[in-house]
């Protein structure tokens, strides 16, 4: 104790230690470089993961070295190498003569000296094609009409609606197909005989007058069905054919101009409708074919 009972004053120094220095900030640029480090890494991941086989192939390109062509010169300097000739100053070159290379001839030339590639030729096939191609859009234009008219000629006159479904209309390699089929109860023609009946020759004219307005050939065929037991008459040629020129005759009494008439066969139960079961009466049908050609004209 001091005299007078007062307390001694105690000063405490603290002294800090520098073994935790930040070492002046130098951690900071080497953790920006890894940063920096990671997210190029991930945006060369993405890359790869999102661009096409195509992209990573022109990124290749872009970053190899331009290819440089060898070169047998001597030096390997600007100006550098042999000489094109012995003859001159300071002439060193290996050979004296400069081959002039002739320019290379095309790949189709033929012994005559000619090119096969010939634009003329190749302008009249592409002139050809195209007409075939103008020619087929006209032909489908002129068969969808035909097709609508005749539908709609069904569809005007009241006694020829109960005979629609006796009309089949599709088009086929050969051309636009009308059909006229018969059903069970609704035959066109009485058994083994060659003559139509009146509604037969109702849907006839209808036909007729859709085959007019188009300049098509045409050809009719007759077809009968097979009979129950499976066996195929003689008879049935000559009843096909009969009633296929039966067709024709009123055809042509209808308004088709005879030069247009191009075939007329019978076919017998040898082309059926309904090959799974050929005794069906839609089996017995005539078929008339607009061709899909263009029309022949008279000689001038």
Same mark, same amino acid.
């Given at each position: 104790?001091?005299?007078?009972?007062?307390?001694?004053?105690?000063?405490?120094?603290?002294?800090?230690?520098a073994?935790?220095?930040?070492?002046?900030?130098?951690?900071?640029?080497?953790?920006?470089?890894?940063?920096?480090?990671?997210m190029?890494?991930?945006?060369?991941?993405?890359?790869?993961?999102?661009?096409?086989?195509?992209?990573?192939?022109?990124?290749?390109?872009?970053?190899?070295?331009?290819?440089?062509s060898?070169?047998?010169?001597g030096?390997?300097?600007?100006?550098?190498?042999?000489?094109?000739?012995?003859?001159?100053?300071?002439? /060193?070159?290996?050979?004296?003569?400069?081959?002039?290379?002739?320019?290379?001839?095309?790949? /189709?030339?033929?012994?005559?000296?000619?090119?096969?590639?010939?634009?003329?030729?190749?302008?009249?096939?592409?002139?050809?094609?195209?007409?075939?191609?103008?020619?087929?859009?006209?032909?489908?234009?002129?068969?969808?009409?035909?097709?609508?008219?005749?539908?709609?000629?069904?569809?005007?006159?009241?006694?020829?609606?109960?005979?629609?479904?006796?009309?089949?209309?599709?088009?086929?390699?050969?051309?636009?197909?009308?059909?006229?089929?018969?059903?069970?109860?609704?035959?066109?023609?009485?058994?083994?005989?060659?003559?139509? /009946?009146?509604?037969?020759?109702?849907?006839?004219?209808?036909?007729?007058?859709?085959?007019?307005?188009?300049? /098509?050939?045409?050809?009719?065929?007759?077809?009968?069905?097979?009979?129950?037991?499976?066996?195929?008459?003689?008879?049935?040629?000559?009843l096909?054919?009969?009633?296929?020129?039966?067709?024709?005759?009123?055809?042509?009494?209808?308004?088709?101009?005879?030069?247009?008439?191009?075939q007329?066969?019978?076919?017998?139960?040898?082309?059926?409708?309904?090959?799974?079961?050929?005794?069906?009466?839609?089996?017995?049908?005539?078929?008339?074919?607009?061709?899909?050609?263009?029309?022949?004209?008279?000689?001038?």
């Amino acid at each position: 104790m001091a005299a007078g009972g007062e307390a001694p004053i105690l000063i405490k120094k603290i002294k800090k230690s520098a073994g935790h220095a930040h070492h002046g900030g130098a951690w900071k640029v080497a953790y920006a470089d890894f940063v920096t480090a990671m997210m190029a890494f991930f945006l060369l991941m993405w890359l790869i993961n999102t661009t096409s086989p195509e992209q990573k192939r022109g990124i290749a390109d872009y970053f190899a070295p331009a290819s440089v062509s060898e070169t047998t010169s001597g030096s390997g300097g600007i100006l550098g190498g042999t000489a094109l000739g012995d003859d001159g100053a300071k002439g /060193n070159g290996s050979r004296s003569v400069i081959e002039a290379l002739a320019p290379e001839a095309p790949p /189709n030339v033929k012994d005559t000296g000619q090119s096969q590639n010939n634009p003329g030729s190749s302008e009249n096939a592409n002139d050809t094609q195209s007409q075939s191609k103008a020619q087929q859009a006209q032909d489908e234009a002129a068969f969808a009409s035909a097709a609508q008219s005749l539908r709609q000629a069904l569809q005007d006159m009241p006694e020829l609606a109960e005979l629609s479904k006796q009309i089949i209309i599709d088009e086929t390699p050969e051309g636009l197909r009308i059909q006229l089929v018969d059903q069970d109860g609704r035959s066109m023609f009485k058994e083994g005989a060659a003559a139509p /009946n009146d509604r037969a020759r109702i849907l006839l004219r209808a036909i007729a007058r859709v085959i007019v307005g188009l300049p /098509n050939r045409v050809t009719i065929a007759g077809h009968t069905s097979s009979s129950l037991n499976g066996a195929r008459p003689d008879g049935d040629w000559g009843l096909s054919s009969a009633r296929a020129d039966t067709a024709r005759q009123i055809l042509q009494a209808a308004g088709v101009p005879t030069d247009r008439i191009y075939q007329v066969s019978g076919k017998a139960n040898s082309d059926p409708l309904y090959p799974d079961d050929p005794t069906l009466a839609g089996n017995r049908r005539i078929s008339i074919v607009l061709l899909r050609e263009a029309p022949v004209l008279p000689p001038d």
